[in-house]
């Protein structure tokens, strides 16, 4: 079998809001598992050196959604692109993580400071300037572009591999554009705190493999009779901002209802203009705006004693008050950090965080000494993405009612120092994903695209 390597301009680009591209060649089958996707962009003051795309989701944090369309019909779409690729970035091991040139986790990379009770947390600071990562630069001539292949926003391909002209007539390739600096770059302002303005994305470029053997696509077509596809659905809910003692809420979300719902991932998307652990450059000064550690809008942060639980169709998930600290007794670990980091890792597996950096706070005796630190965490583990904290668990089964109990608790302004006082206690956008299977059926040259 021959293909073609196509190279495609967006028929349609406003550089700051969106941009289509058209796979509308005749009498061919495009392959998803050749389809990439380059994005790229620049800012005044983006110096090189200084202000770097956002660490975990690299270029993709551009992006606010993407849907693969048949002239109306939805084939395959990802939401809230930016927080999903955040913690796909996190979604290997620390010996991957290491691979990809990440800060080592030692003394000299992260200062901590030590945890006495439950409402402090720890200082994070680093040096790490000789790391090289991807940069935006001042122009489109010093931009640094990133190739992300189509499967990694758009899950449905991973199964659903040949979209043949025939049978789809009118394919388009839709993405809506972030404009929050804090999701696109790791930082906003250079060393001297001027902030980056005017970003600007490049012109995207769309590379596809196509394939024009009628035979071959006759074969690949008799092969799509019925295909199981599993989609990355989200929808989302506000917990306000919490001003003193113990802030509870159940919410109801009707995103899934009628659907079978998989695996699911809960995320504390950060709202405030403070967003996190305060982050120091070489010198000590404090880097501004203040983000979570090179993660930005798109990290799902840490709160203080954290307790999730869901309903699904009226039964808890789990017991009690759920993953967490366990208010009902005043018990410090309760079901236990380790408890939803250990839970989290069964359902999505290797999570580059270190155990308890998924707390507002390590409670380790001695760990402001050098040695303590290197001996809990070693020295090569890859970069200690602090303060991120994801609740990930099953499902499995069809929901008609589905709805969340959420409980975390204030922290006072004497902890400013080490993170900013806001940041645990401001308003967060709790978003849920959820993975969805579907069906794509096709027919006598007609498809359909359903639910199971």
């Excluded at 989701?57 to 084939?75: F, P």
């Excluded at 954290?306 to 967490?324: D, K, M, P, S």
Aim: charge should be negative; hydrophobic fraction near 40%; charged fraction near 15%.
């Amino acid at each position: 079998m021959t293909s073609t390597i196509n190279i495609l301009d967006p028929v349609y680009f406003n550089n700051q809001t969106r941009a289509e591209f058209r796979l509308n060649h005749e009498n061919v089958a495009y392959l998803s598992s050749g389809c990439y996707l380059a994005l790229g962009g620049y800012g005044a003051d983006a110096l090189l050196t200084e202000v770097n795309y956002n660490r975990r989701a690299g270029v993709a944090g551009l992006v606010k959604s993407i849907q693969l369309l048949n002239g109306a019909d939805v084939l395959a779409q990802l939401d809230n692109v930016g927080s999903w690729m955040a913690f796909k970035g996190l979604n290997h091991d620390n010996a991957d993580s290491f691979t990809k040139k990440m800060a080592s986790c030692n003394a000299a990379a992260l200062m901590h400071v030590g945890v006495p009770n439950t409402s402090l947390q720890e200082i994070i600071g680093t040096a790490d300037v000789a790391t090289k990562r991807g940069q935006p630069g001042t122009s489109e001539a010093e931009c640094s572009l990133g190739y992300l292949p189509i499967t990694e926003f758009l899950k449905e391909l991973e199964t659903l591999r040949v979209l043949p002209t025939s049978v789809f007539e009118n394919l388009r390739l839709v993405i809506q554009f972030s404009s929050d600096l804090k999701a696109i770059l790791q930082q906003q302002a250079r060393g001297n705190n001027v902030l980056v303005s005017g970003f600007t994305k490049v012109r995207p470029i769309l590379v596809v493999e196509s394939v024009d053997d009628p035979e071959v696509i006759q074969a690949m077509i008799s092969d799509m009779q019925s295909v199981s596809i599993t989609a990355i659905e989200s929808d989302q809910f506000v917990v306000e901002a919490v001003a003193a003692g113990r802030q509870r809420l159940v919410q109801q979300i009707r995103g899934f209802n009628n659907k079978v719902v998989n695996r699911v991932l809960l995320v504390s998307q950060p709202t405030a203009a403070v967003d996190g652990v305060l982050q120091t450059n070489a010198s000590g000064a404090v880097l501004e705006p203040q983000i979570a550690l090179d993660s930005g809008r798109l990290n799902s942060l840490a709160q203080n004693q954290l307790t999730v639980n869901a309903r699904v169709n009226g039964a808890n998930i789990f017991q009690g008050r759920g993953l967490g600290y366990d208010e009902t007794t005043g018990d410090l670990l309760g079901a236990g950090k380790m408890h939803r980091l250990g839970c989290l890792t069964d359902t999505w597996g290797d999570i580059s965080i270190c155990a308890g950096g998924n707390s507002v706070g390590l409670v380790v005796d001695n760990l402001q000494n050098a040695g303590t630190i290197d001996q809990v965490i070693g020295t090569k583990t890859g970069q200690f993405f602090y303060a991120s904290d994801y609740t990930g668990f099953r499902i499995m089964s069809r929901v008609s009612h589905l709805e969340f109990d959420v409980a975390r608790t204030f922290i006072d302004g004497g902890v400013k120092e080490i993170m900013s006082s806001t940041a645990p206690n401001q308003q967060l956008n709790m978003i849920v994903f959820a993975e969805v299977p579907k069906v794509v059926q096709v027919v006598n040259g007609s498809y359909r695209v359903g639910y199971l």
